[in-house]
């Protein structure tokens, strides 16, 4: 188990420029998260793919922002078109895809990215 | 809906002295609880949750929470600070489901 890995760690582009990130789970995890993190806020929910199926979207995202999860393994989060308010630590998580009551999201340590 | 709230966004503690991390949640239905812990540079960790029976719950690192329905409040400790404890902590809340609503987080400090 090496745990969830996010690519890039950081992130800095200028406005109106278009960013993906990758983000490789638990090997064999089901359920696949993003969530977003502004400074001096807790994560938010974003997303969620269960297998390659985006199964639900927040109101949080955007037309500008797109998720994929081909063939049920790494995701990948593109913004296109960034804006000043998009800068936010931008987090991935896996779980098994079981209830919450026996499941547990691992969380990688996230993608930073800073909007100029 | 369900939400959370952290009272206090900052703590600090001597260390061997007292944590208390303060939780209120808001659920129309019971939920599951959860405290999260995020060091520097790092994913967030699970330290302990609440789903069902006893409402007190013994985490990871010695930390421990107590589900109080009456109160609303899911409350996190550890009897003695450790320098290690240093970090940001968040409480969750959850259905039964998939998707967590976190709190804004308590900084923790701990002094020598």
């Known amino acids: 188990d090496t745990g969830v890995s996010q690519d890039p760690r950081h992130k800095i582009t200028k406005r109106g420029q278009n960013v993906t990130f990758r983000c490789d789970p638990i090997?064999?995890?089901?359920?696949l998260y993003w969530y977003r993190q502004t400074l001096g806020q807790g994560p938010e929910f974003l997303t969620y793919?269960?297998?390659?199926?985006?199964?639900?979207k927040s109101r949080l995202l955007s037309d500008r922002f797109s998720a994929e999860r081909p063939k049920g393994s790494f995701s990948t989060l593109e913004i296109q078109r960034t804006e000043q308010g998009d800068s936010a630590m931008y987090l991935c998580a896996s779980s098994k895809g079981l209830d919450l009551s026996t499941d547990t999201q691992y969380f990688g340590p996230g993608t930073r990215l800073t909007v100029l | 809906a369900q939400s959370v709230t952290q009272l206090g966004s900052h703590v600090s503690v001597s260390e061997g002295a007292l944590v208390l991390l303060r939780c209120n949640y808001s659920s129309s239905v019971p939920p599951y609880l959860f405290w999260y812990v995020q060091y520097p540079n790092q994913g967030l960790q699970l330290l302990l949750k609440y789903t069902t029976g006893a409402t007190l719950v013994k985490g990871i690192n010695g930390f421990e929470a107590e589900f109080k329905k009456s109160e609303t409040s899911f409350h996190l400790t550890k009897p003695s600070a450790h320098m290690s404890d240093a970090a940001e902590y968040f409480c969750a809340v959850g259905l039964r489901d998939y998707k967590l609503s976190f709190g804004a987080g308590t900084t923790v400090t701990v002094r020598a």
């Open positions: 793919f269960q297998n390659e199926a985006q199964l639900e």
């Open positions: 090997s064999e995890h089901n359920r």
